[in-house]
């Protein structure tokens, strides 16, 4: 099993629909949770990140956590289509008494305007 | 506030040469990170360092691969000699310990092709 993962899309969605993505992750020690946003070609820059559980808002972005399922998802509401991007999920499990960060391979978000 | 730089943003080499990718974290991030891309793939972590201790260098292949970061600052990763499954993109990040989710920030990254 891996230790984060994704569904590699590509996830297509309308223009002005919330876009929903998901990402589970396999060690219950999990701490941190990030989500990425990448462009092709681009580096991924850091959108957002939740270390409690229930819902993070910020702006159109909503993370949810749910520790007891291991389940972390970014909302994006109201997608536009400069929001297309590959969405990676990060999180920190506790090893060895420091903290490292594993990716999943990330969601192709495609907003059809 | 600047970035994280790394440069070159893309090299070209023949197998077996050696290459060199340097990264400036953002001013004042003890925690650097090295990360390899491939296609489709999310960011692999090579080496970290903690000041210039490397701290989690499990998934650096040692056989070809070595870093450093003298100072605590700026670091170097190389390559010695590269293969063609190298190819790739090659991330450097850095994050503060003052915080408790250590969020990393990304430079630019090289993108190496070895043919």
């Known amino acids: 099993q891996k230790e984060v993962e994704q569904n590699s899309g590509p996830l297509s969605v309308p223009e002005g629909a919330i876009a929903s993505l998901n990402c589970t992750y396999s060690?219950?020690?999990?701490?941190?949770f990030f989500w990425y946003r990448q462009y092709s070609g681009k580096s991924p820059e850091l959108i957002m990140f939740?270390?409690?559980?229930g819902d993070k808002e910020d702006g159109r972005f909503t993370a949810q956590l749910n520790k007891a399922s291991q389940y972390v998802s970014l909302l994006i509401r109201d997608s536009q289509p400069s929001d297309s991007a590959t969405y990676l999920c990060?999180?920190?499990?506790?090893?060895?008494?420091?903290?490292?960060?594993?990716f999943g391979i990330g969601t192709k978000l495609q907003v059809i305007p | 506030e600047a970035g994280v730089v790394q440069s070159p943003r893309y090299k070209i080499i023949e197998k077996k040469q050696p290459v060199a990718f340097w990264c400036n974290p953002i001013?004042?991030?003890?925690?650097l990170y090295w990360y390899r891309q491939n296609l489709g793939q999310g960011p692999e972590l090579l080496i970290r360092?903690?000041?210039?201790?490397?701290?989690?260098d499990s998934q650096l292949p040692k056989d070809r691969f070595s870093a450093e970061r003298l100072k605590g600052v700026d670091s170097t990763l190389k390559i010695q000699p590269a293969e063609l499954g190298d190819s790739a993109v090659y991330l450097c990040?850095?994050?503060?310990?003052?915080?408790?989710?250590?969020?990393?920030?990304f430079g630019p990254g090289t993108r190496l092709t070895v043919t």
């Open positions: 990060a999180v920190t499990p506790v090893q060895g008494g420091y903290q490292k960060v594993t």
């Open positions: 990040a850095s994050s503060s310990a003052s915080g408790v989710t250590y969020e990393q920030y």
């Open positions: 060690d219950r020690g999990s701490q941190s």
């Open positions: 939740i270390y409690s559980n």
């Open positions: 001013s004042g991030h003890n925690t």
């Open positions: 360092y903690e000041n210039e201790e490397a701290v989690d």
